[in-house]
């Protein structure tokens, strides 16, 4: 049932004020400025002992996990990153007892990361899952972890699972910070963050119309560049994946400071850009980034949270803090697929060649 909606795809991007409050709920801790994760099944003696976080996921989940190793750097200062699980599974990985393992899936069937979590296994190390489908083949063969609780997800792309996976992260990343040095101000602070999320992601998706008539604008592009700089280049990989799977567009997503040493050769006005402008300490790096492209005479969509001056449309997003800027920052980057999309007549929900779960090698 889509409920009044055309596409899954619509109505699941229109579900995520709820689904990430679903995500909040019986969790925070306000006493001691923490999270409760009640699956997890790692005592505050494990979460001390861990000195790397290695996340594994495919496609978007593996974006997720990208967000989620900068926010576990961040706020619990523990080294992680994330890798494609199918990439991890064929090079002979060093498997260190260490390391947290996190396998993330919406399915939680997905081959690759299954293989992946299962290897690990064998070779003694601990796995969490950050799984939607409760009861799934990967949320059994780790040693425990976080539901996402985003619902039932129909669309084979993934909107709102995204979103509740880096929430998800965010809640991860808070419980490791406040076992080790993260402040109780700090706490207090990414608690309020996470509080205001359903709301903004409420006004973000009142701006759809705006959208709309954006993606209007761009639909006649061959080709695409999305740019961000650390915490916004994992959501400009995210947006130019989601417009390539909904409207076959080409789309390539490079971090910003990488443009000068190759892809600004692309810059003209037939490839545009999108660019993610958060307000924080990098956002004059990004400004010159987008002059550089402007003197090119490439088209600029931004995604800020001001009034690029350089670019030719902003969508301006709400500021939260700038650890969770992300989680808000994709968002009307999904509708600005979806609208492509259908400008485009495309099959939506069923995208050509993609199934929803991958479980073959
Ligand atoms: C993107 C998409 C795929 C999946 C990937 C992993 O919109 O749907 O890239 O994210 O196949 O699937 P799960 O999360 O089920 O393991």
Do not use: W
């Amino acid at each position: 049932d889509m409920g009044g909606h055309d596409t899954y795809m619509h109505k699941e991007i229109h579900e995520q004020a709820d689904a990430v409050d679903r995500a909040l709920r019986g969790r925070i801790d306000d006493r001691f400025s923490t999270v409760h994760l009640g699956g997890l099944n790692l005592d505050a003696r494990d979460a001390r002992a861990v000195r790397r976080v290695k996340i594994l996921g495919c496609g978007t989940s593996y974006h997720a996990g990208q967000i989620g190793a900068q926010m576990i750097e961040e706020l619990a200062r523990i080294p992680a990153d994330a890798e494609p699980a199918s990439e991890f599974r064929y090079r002979n990985p060093v498997v260190d007892p260490d390391t947290l393992y996190i396998a993330v899936s919406q399915s939680g069937e997905t081959y690759d990361v299954l293989a992946a979590v299962q290897e690990l296994k064998r070779k003694g190390a601990r796995v969490l899952g950050l799984v939607n489908v409760v009861g799934s083949a990967i949320a059994r063969e780790t040693d425990g972890g976080i539901y996402v609780h985003a619902g039932p997800e129909v669309c084979v792309v993934s909107t709102k699972c995204f979103t509740n996976m880096v929430v998800s992260f965010g809640l991860l990343a808070l419980h490791l910070g406040r076992t080790r040095d993260l402040s109780v101000a700090d706490g207090k602070r990414i608690i309020a963050g996470l509080r205001k999320l359903p709301e903004q992601i409420a006004e973000i998706l009142a701006n759809e119309e705006e959208i709309e008539k954006l993606a209007g604008e761009y639909a006649d592009a061959k080709s695409m560049m999305f740019i961000g700089r650390v915490r916004g280049y994992p959501v400009a990989r995210e947006a130019s994946l989601k417009l390539k799977e909904v409207s076959y567009i080409h789309a390539e997503a490079y971090p910003a400071s990488e443009l000068k040493h190759g892809p600004l050769a692309l810059i003209e006005p037939a490839m545009p850009t999108v660019a993610i402008v958060p307000d924080d300490d990098l956002l004059e790096k990004n400004r010159a980034a987008l002059e550089e492209i402007k003197a090119r005479s490439g088209r600029i969509l931004a995604v800020a949270h001001q009034v690029q001056e350089k670019a030719d449309h902003t969508i301006v997003v709400p500021k939260n803090e700038d650890e969770l800027d992300p989680i808000l920052m994709g968002i009307p980057l999904q509708l600005l697929a979806y609208y492509t999309a259908k400008a485009m007549g495309r099959d939506i929900d069923k995208p050509r060649n993609l199934a929803k779960s991958v479980t073959v090698e």
